[in-house]
């Protein structure tokens, strides 16, 4: 497991460190493709994502997932790593799924219409066993 933390400064003080972490579960080559993640995905984590993502689709799987079940927050910048790596999967045919979308942050998807733009599963065995 891939740890990542980083400080987040309150406005109140900047004296005190609150820690926001991504976790990523990595081993590659994953024989199931999946890409899980917990925490928030803002820009301080989108670029390690971004990372993530292309160490995935450089192998040129048929499908890959993306597990949002442990996600509860977010922003422009994690939305464009998504919507960039499924551009990457659909350039040699590849299928890019994310899975357990969170009602935290189905309504950011919502609000940037992007609910219908990608491929949404309830779970990553559901992912996994569609067609």
């Known amino acids: 497991?891939?740890?990542?933390?980083?400080?987040?400064?309150?406005?109140?003080?900047?004296?005190?460190?609150h820690h926001s972490r991504l976790?990523?579960?990595?081993s590659l080559?994953?024989?199931r493709n999946v890409l899980p993640l917990e925490g928030q995905i803002d820009l301080n984590v989108s670029a390690k994502v971004a990372d993530s993502?292309?160490?995935?689709?450089?192998?040129?799987?048929?499908r890959l997932v993306v597990d949002l079940?442990?996600?509860?927050?977010?922003?422009?910048s994690g939305l464009a790593v998504l919507i960039n790596g499924m551009r990457d999967m659909e350039d040699f045919g590849g299928i890019f799924i994310l899975a357990g979308v969170r009602d935290e942050v189905r309504p950011i998807l919502e609000s940037?219409?992007?609910?219908?733009?990608?491929?949404i599963f309830p779970s990553v065995d559901e992912a996994l066993a569609a067609p």
């Open 112 to 119: 940037a219409r992007l609910e219908n733009f990608f491929l």
């Open 53 to 62: 993502l292309a160490q995935l689709i450089k192998e040129k799987p048929a």
């Open 1 to 17: 497991m891939i740890e990542i933390e980083r400080p987040i400064f309150s406005l109140a003080r900047r004296r005190e460190m």
């Open 23 to 26: 976790l990523t579960n990595m």
């Open 69 to 76: 079940s442990g996600v509860n927050y977010i922003d422009s």
């Open 29 to 31: 080559p994953s024989p």
